[in-house]
């Protein structure tokens, strides 16, 4: 029996982006006070998805051989974002608010993907009688 599942492909991958993206936003957060400082976020995961699929994220290195592990689930490409009226004076575009509504779109793509993973694998033990 093949269990190399795709819905488990993607809801994992999911879950890599939403941890990735959380982080992003907490840098952004750090950084709210920091003159100059652009604010960042994610490629969405439904673009790095249909891209190629979970298959042909690759994990980015500062050198060769720095990365020792498996290839990454996920995109970690980073994109300037600015909300609309969140640049100061001192030009820095992190606006609080718009961080904050996108922890909670984070979370929720988390939780989606749990939920996702977590039903695959109750049908799975539902189908061999455990």
Do not use: W
Request: overall charge negative; aromatic content about 4%.
């Amino acid at each position: 029996m093949d269990l190399n599942l795709d819905i488990l492909r993607a809801a994992r991958s999911l879950a890599a982006h939403s941890a990735d993206r959380q982080g992003v936003i907490a840098e952004n957060i750090a950084n709210a006070d920091t003159p100059g400082y652009r604010a960042r976020d994610l490629i969405p995961f439904s673009e790095t998805y249909e891209a190629g699929g979970p298959d042909t994220f690759a994990m980015k290195s500062t050198r060769m051989g720095h990365v020792q592990s498996e290839p990454s689930l996920h995109n970690s490409e980073t994109t300037t974002i600015t909300a609309f009226g969140a640049e100061s004076p001192n030009g820095n575009t992190v606006s609080l608010e718009d961080q904050m509504m996108r922890g909670v779109e984070v979370r929720q793509n988390h939780d989606l993907a749990m939920s996702v993973y977590r039903k695959t694998l109750d049908i799975l033990r539902i189908s061999i009688g455990t």
